[in-house]
């Protein structure tokens, strides 16, 4: 397969990921939210499954690299066999302050349903950048490792202004990393040309 055709496999399994672990961490909230679940184990479920997409998303874009490297060089690249660090501890630390923060947006007063919708969508949109975040960064740190010379932007299936603008063909290096907003899907295309 060509490598642009792998590079958008690989930006759409790096969206599934994040669909799933989104879908799944939502699932947990509504438990939450019906009493099924207390805080402490929303809190242990939705990091395991948050850590456990990150560590896919780590496993897929070390995979995706070699492929599209094996497909342009014509001789089989391995992958570097990236490891996922341990995101549980972290993800377990950054929820709660995730939900004060969510609190703190409702106003005072405001409906606890206007609060419970603000924290859902908080902590949907954490479970949703998380593994696309892993996939971009390990994608990144393989092109170091590797000394790829330079990648330019791709963007995600629905790019927005500012991701379409910035996609515009410049060669960057592999130790720029690149800009990306919370949930966002573009992706690095590896190159032969040099950064100018
Ligand atoms: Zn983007």
Redesign the pocket.
């Known amino acids: 397969m060509a490598a642009d055709r792998l590079l958008l496999r690989y930006r759409d399994g790096a969206l599934q990921l994040s669909g799933q672990a989104e879908a799944a961490v939502v699932g947990l909230w509504e438990r939450r939210e019906a009493g099924q679940l207390n805080d402490a184990q929303f809190k242990a479920l939705a990091a395991g499954v948050i850590a456990a997409a990150n560590a896919r998303a780590v496993t897929l874009a070390d995979l995706a690299l070699s492929a599209v490297l094996t497909a342009e060089l014509g001789k089989v690249i391995p992958p570097l066999g990236l490891l996922p660090t341990d995101d549980g501890p972290r993800l377990a630390a950054a929820i709660p302050t995730l939900l004060d923060r969510a609190a703190g947006l409702a106003l005072p007063g405001a409906a606890a349903a206007e609060r419970a919708t603000a924290e859902r969508a908080m902590v949907a949109r954490m479970a949703r950048s998380e593994p696309l975040d892993a996939a971009s960064a390990t994608f990144q740190r393989g092109m170091q490792r590797r000394r790829v010379p330079g990648w330019t932007r791709g963007?995600?299936p629905k790019?927005?202004p500012l991701?379409t603008s910035l996609a515009d063909g410049a060669v960057l290096s592999p130790s720029t990393p690149m800009a990306?907003?919370k949930g966002?899907?573009?992706y690095q295309i590896p190159t032969e040309r040099t950064p100018r």
Do not use: F, Q, V
Request: proline share 10%.
């Open positions: 963007t995600g790019p927005c991701c990306r907003h966002c899907s573009c």
